[in-house]
């Protein structure tokens, strides 16, 4: 006899993709219907950028909470190799430290630019993959 293949659970979806979107999408209609004070607001973009970027990180905190006794869990982070993870992600990075920017003077502040892109970058998506691959690419495999 074989076991019932899993059902998705959704439920769980329901609440990752409401609370996403209940935290992301009043800063996309702020960013978008109104520009002039979007761009009046005298924080640094990533941080203008977070609560968009972060929606689907909260989400799936949440979400995780709420159904971590239902919830599979086979997705990880860094995948099957965080060498090659890392590499994916840090590869660029050096790349662009390496051929350096135009106008940007020293060698050393293009190296210490990249390294604060690359942390500042991986704040950002750090929200969406807690969110997409994180949870909702687990809830929806079956």
Request: charged share 10%; with cysteine.
């Given at each position: 006899?074989?076991e019932?293949?899993?059902?998705?659970?959704?439920?769980a979806v329901?609440?990752?993709?409401?609370?996403?979107?209940?935290?992301?999408?009043?800063?996309?209609?702020?960013?978008?219907?109104?520009?002039?004070?979007w761009?009046?607001?005298?924080?640094?973009?990533?941080?203008?950028?977070?609560?968009i970027?972060?929606?689907?990180?909260?989400?799936?905190?949440?979400?995780?909470?709420?159904?971590?006794?239902?919830?599979?869990?086979?997705?990880?982070?860094?995948?099957?190799?965080?060498?090659?993870?890392?590499?994916?992600y840090?590869?660029?990075?050096?790349?662009?430290?390496?051929?350096?920017?135009?106008?940007?003077?020293?060698?050393?502040r293009?190296?210490?630019?990249?390294?604060l892109?690359?942390?500042?970058?991986f704040?950002n998506?750090?929200?969406?993959?807690?969110g997409?691959?994180?949870?909702?690419?687990?809830?929806?495999?079956?």
């Amino acid at each position: 006899m074989t076991e019932p293949s899993p059902q998705v659970h959704w439920k769980a979806v329901g609440l990752f993709y409401f609370l996403a979107c209940a935290i992301s999408w009043p800063s996309f209609w702020w960013r978008d219907m109104h520009t002039a004070s979007w761009a009046a607001w005298r924080v640094p973009g990533f941080l203008k950028m977070a609560p968009i970027m972060w929606g689907p990180g909260i989400a799936a905190l949440v979400a995780l909470a709420v159904f971590r006794r239902s919830h599979p869990k086979t997705i990880t982070l860094f995948g099957g190799v965080v060498g090659r993870s890392l590499a994916f992600y840090l590869v660029p990075f050096v790349l662009l430290a390496v051929a350096g920017l135009p106008g940007s003077g020293s060698p050393g502040r293009v190296v210490s630019f990249t390294v604060l892109l690359a942390v500042i970058g991986f704040f950002n998506i750090l929200g969406e993959e807690l969110g997409w691959r994180g949870f909702l690419q687990d809830a929806l495999r079956p």
